[in-house]
């Protein structure tokens, strides 16, 4: 499973990239208010910036949602840098920017997906990867781990090429559990990924380590 950073702080991402385990990044809108990146020139080359200091796919979100409002905002965000993928909303016209994108071999990301129905959608579009919102399903009483496996079993027999990307991580279970259900990619906050590393044995062990090296 690949490793992208939910983010659009630099910070975060610059260190989850000198861990030596990210695969990419992914944003949207609320992420990139977080960071109080306002304006198409400042968030083209926020967007620059964040596929400067990584390697891998950075998706970028189309802010509109008419069909040819997200085509010229696609083809935009693609021309920022070769590592864009477009982010798409799953809605009518979301499906046929999809399309529309996949044609001319520009990478999508179908976002604020919720359902198999959605994901099945997504992947005939010819998205290069669908974004499960798992946390958001979780907060509404159903199971975003149990929607990935779904998927994953459909597409696996399907023959879809399409990759799902595990998104909306709120904690390191998700990641573990993603991982389990045949998530392609796991997209997490980097406290999350941070928390991958704790054991309690582990720094009880390093303790006495370091303690009886001292008698070396
Ligand atoms: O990748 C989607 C993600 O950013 C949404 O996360 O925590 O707002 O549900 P959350």
């Known amino acids: ?11 975060h991402i610059k260190e989850a990239h000198e861990l030596g385990i990210l695969d990419g990044v992914t944003t949207n809108p609320s992420l990139m208010a977080k960071e109080n990146i306002k304006g198409k020139e400042h968030i083209n080359q926020h967007y620059k910036t964040i596929c400067e200091l990584v390697q891998g796919d950075v998706s970028a979100e189309v802010l509109n949602t008419t069909y040819k409002e997200m085509i010229d905002e696609g083809l935009e965000l693609a021309a920022i840098h070769p590592q864009i993928v477009v982010k798409i909303p ?24 919720f359902s198999a129905g959605q994901a099945i959608l997504a992947a005939k579009a010819g998205a290069s990867y669908i974004s499960p919102f798992i946390g958001r399903i979780d907060d509404s009483n159903w199971d975003g781990i149990q929607l990935i496996s779904q998927i994953r079993h459909i597409f696996d027999i399907q023959n879809y090429e399409t990759e799902i990307l595990a998104a909306s991580i709120r904690n390191p279970l998700h990641i573990i559990k993603s991982a389990e ?15 991958l590393l704790k054991h309690p044995l582990t720094d009880i062990g390093l303790a006495k380590f370091i303690e009886d090296s001292k008698k070396l």
Not at 90 to 113: A, E, S
Not at 181 to 195: K, Q, V
Request: aromatic share 6%; hydrophobic share 45%.
């Open 90 to 113: 799953m809605i009518k016209d979301g499906l046929k920017v999809i399309k529309y994108l996949n044609n001319k071999n520009i990478k999508t990301n179908c976002t604020l997906v």
């Open 181 to 195: 259900a045949g998530a392609h990619i796991c997209t997490s906050p980097l406290d999350s990924i941070l928390a």
């Open 1 to 11: 499973m690949k490793f992208f950073i939910d983010t659009a702080n630099l910070n």
